[in-house]
């Protein structure tokens, strides 16, 4: 069965300083995986995935993403951050069973960025 | 242009009702999802329609039936609602069958009192 693990439940940053929001994955097949933004009282929006090619993945926002096949990890990075880019992220992956993409999303790391 | 639309916003009702939200896309996705994200912010699938069909139904009690018309709609509908099924529902869509990106709605919170 696929998982999805972030294993901060909070990250704290001052503005201007780089971000990083960690997941970790597992997978039974190719891992085809996602990063997704909510801000307060408002549904998910998508940020950037990856499923083939280039391990660095750009994405909305300036946010980045590498893949890490050997680490299974999907970490997403900004090398400056915003207090907008305050809100909670989230971590996805869909794997293949019985013909369907089913996804399974992280528990989610609320980010503070601090003025 | 709202792409997911969810109706209503916020449902509040009391134990043991029936009520039904309404989720509408104007992507042309063939897949669409009902999530449910709890007060801890946990986001679990509950089900999956690829045009009209269901695809995947996570252990969810049978009190919950979802209905698709047609593939641009997906409804819910809750029986005999508990206060556990206080929850923020999330209609999303994709376009499968490959495993690209899903588009979520805006949200339907529901309280059960």
């Known amino acids: 069965a696929q998982s999805v693990a972030q294993p901060e439940d909070q990250v704290n940053v001052a503005e201007g300083n780089p971000l990083t929001v960690k997941c970790t994955y597992s997978?039974?097949?190719?891992?085809?995986l996602f990063w997704y933004v909510q801000y307060p009282n408002r549904g998910l929006q998508f940020l950037l995935k990856?499923?083939?090619?280039?391990?660095l993945v750009k994405g909305s926002y300036g946010f980045e993403a590498e893949f890490n096949k050997s680490q299974t990890s999907f970490h997403l990075k900004k090398p400056s951050a915003l207090v907008s880019d305050s809100a909670l992220y989230f971590c996805?992956?869909?794997?293949?069973?019985?013909?369907?993409?089913?996804?399974?999303f992280g528990r989610g790391t609320s980010l503070i960025v601090h003025p | 242009d709202t792409a997911v639309s969810q109706t209503p916003k916020y449902l509040v009702t009391q134990m043991g009702n029936d009520k039904s939200i309404k989720c509408e896309q104007n992507?042309?996705?063939?897949?669409m999802y009902w999530y449910k994200q709890d007060s801890k912010k946990f986001l679990k699938i509950m089900f999956s329609?690829?045009?009209?069909?269901?695809?995947i139904n996570e252990t969810v009690p049978n009190r919950f039936s979802p209905k698709s018309p047609d593939k641009a709609h997906l409804n819910l509908h809750i029986n005999s609602l508990e206060l556990g099924d206080s929850a923020v529902y999330f209609c999303?869509?994709?376009?499968?069958?490959?495993?690209?990106?899903?588009?979520f709605g805006p949200g339907t919170r529901l309280t059960v009192l």
């Open positions: 999303a869509s994709s376009q499968d069958p490959l495993p690209n990106e899903q588009f």
């Open positions: 997978v039974s097949g190719n891992p085809y």
């Open positions: 990856y499923i083939t090619g280039d391990n």
């Open positions: 996805a992956v869909r794997d293949k069973a019985g013909g369907s993409y089913i996804p399974t």
């Open positions: 992507l042309g996705h063939d897949t």
């Open positions: 329609y690829n045009n009209k069909e269901l695809i």
